[in-house]
RNA sequence: GCCCCGGUAGUGUAGUGGCCUAUCAUGAAGCCCUGUCGAGGCUUCGACUCGGAUUCAAAUUCCGACCGGGGCGCCA
């Protein structure tokens, strides 16, 4: 007979009144102990729940060792692991514990076994008090210990049913879960690969996939029809709280569809998840944006728009002003942006000096400045009103909307740039007034995309969402949209080119050569010309989805073991060093300064 | 690569040039306690990220490094 412990035969969340006086074996984590002197009781947790065992000497029958017992339970420090086996009985009366699903019992302790004891947490897992938990950095150093937080274990059980309900729906739609290759070829246009060399063939490389974008158009090709995955993608690009390096997509993919039947699909989708996971209709279909409009009516091509506080275009309607910077950003073909904050908030919350605040907020996001006027007896009130018309100002007022008491700012620049400074105004505003609805969440479309964007600085022309999109209208447009919750965007679909004769124009517009093309997509553009049927698809960031439905404050709380910041790990401390023979092996060598002798360097390379 | 914010016991914090032998809470250790449930009571333990500079005097000011976070760039 070789080592064996005693099967529980419940959890920690199981036990109820209907079960009193049964024998039974718990295990689980030692979350809070309360030593009186004679009665101790202990908060047995698990993923399931927390059951209250009592180490009661007095109320134990003859031929139990008590003391024996009392030197047991003694060993059972926080968050160690521990059997027991005991009676359910029911509370004292007036002690029952209705905040809990077990608290109408409890489990006299008769025999116990210390399974493995912990060390001493380096923070405190059960204390639920606001502002109790340790700095990230140390959370994700010991994660295990941070995920058996019940917070985090919820986490966990909401995105496991998400994900479960997610594959439910398509599997009744027909979709086939394939999976693609993480070992990939690496795609030079787009973000920057997470590279991996071939022992086999020294000096080439594998990437891993920031998206399985055209595996999943070959397995159209193939006839597959509706394909999706849970894919995991890399991208070796810097963080944010919403972006991290390695993350996971619903990549979906269907045959002979248009646009409408993607969004449809995505839609019924969740609709079906809301359904089972709150009870509720989730409203479809979402509204829809035009890329246009939104960039001018709220300055981002992700506007949040749970709140209004939209911008107004006047650049059309002062052409006739006076004002110097407005006069000649019209002149350069420049875009001027009015937002009107209404007076039941302008008066109550924006002072002067909020003002010069935001003037000074605006520089930061890029914007030349901020102009601001007040609404006072009817008229408009500031220091450069002298240099506009009885004209001008009337159509500010009408167009804007101003009542009396509102307060008015006016942002004026190059088109993007400015749109996109007024739109973080717009956000800072919302933000800072409270003007931001909780748990709402409001899902658009953003379509009418455009195909390419031209960079203001090079001038060179890059796709707006990746070269795979089908274009239309002459090249300017491409059938892509986004997916936006709450200002984020959580996903990006498209229609995909199917003619190779378009693919590589496409690539041309992006400029790359004939040769470029060939060896960097040939083989792609080869597999289009074997009958690629008219195809489309989606993809949407699970984690961010999950951090936006959950209030998280970053995608790292919806990822079991995340990266930080700098791309570490801090968890296992990859990424790490490796062996010199590993490295031989792959015919690699460090230029890192700190693993190189810079002596020699020059004559290694040779 | 750049900008901003932060770094005080194991954990969370107070402390803006001398009242600091550094606050409070939590924790840990020990003792007391038979009905608690973030138990309670008493005692004890435990910290200014590092290196320079200014000053009679630095946790506090300045400079630099390191560490963490937020943002810009980047993310087709």
Redesign the pocket.
Known sequence: MGYQIMRRTHTCGDLRFSDLGKEVCLQGWV?????????T?I?LVDRYGTT?V?F????LSVGIDTQALANIVKTF??ESVVSVNGIV?K??E????I??DT?DI?V?ITTAKLLNKSE?????L?????????????R?EFRYLDLRRTEMIKTMEFRSRFVHLLRQYLESQKFLEIETPILAKS?P????DYMVPSRVHPGTFYALP??P??YKQMLMVAGMDRYYQLAKCF?D???????QPEFTQLDMEMSFVTEKDIQDNIEHMLAYVWKSIYGKELQIPFPRISYLEAMEKYGSDKPDLRYNLPLVKLSDDLRNTNYGIFKKVIAEGGVIVGLNLKSDIALEKVGRNDVDRYIDLAK?F?LGGLTWMRVKNGTLESNIVKYFTPENIEVIKSKMDAEEGDLLFFMAGPWKKTL?GAG?MRRQLASDLNLIPKNTFQFHWLVDCPMF?V?P?SGKK???????VLPYDNYNKGACFDILLNGYEIGSGSLRIYDPDVQKKVFHILGMSDEKIDEDFGWFIKALGFGAPPHGGIAIGIDRLITVLLNK??I?DTIAFP????A?S?VDNSPGKVDDERLEELQIMSLAINDTDFDNIEELKK
Not at 126 to 138: F, H, R, S, T
């Open positions: 979350r809070f102990r309360r030593d009186h002197g004679g009665v009781f908060d209250q009592v009661d000497p007095e109320s420090t926080r009985r509370r004292v007036g002690t029952n514990d905040r809990n608290g409890e006299l001493l947490p380096p923070f405190e059960g204390n639920q008090k606001e502002g109790m938990l340790p700095g990230e950095d140390v994700l795609t246009e787009g973000a920057r920031q998206s974008q055209l991208r690009e810097d963080s944010r709280k919403d972006r930061k890029g996109e973080f964007e960079d600085v890059d796709a707006y969402h990746h070269p795979f404050e970053t790292r990266k930080n910041k700098k570490e801090l």
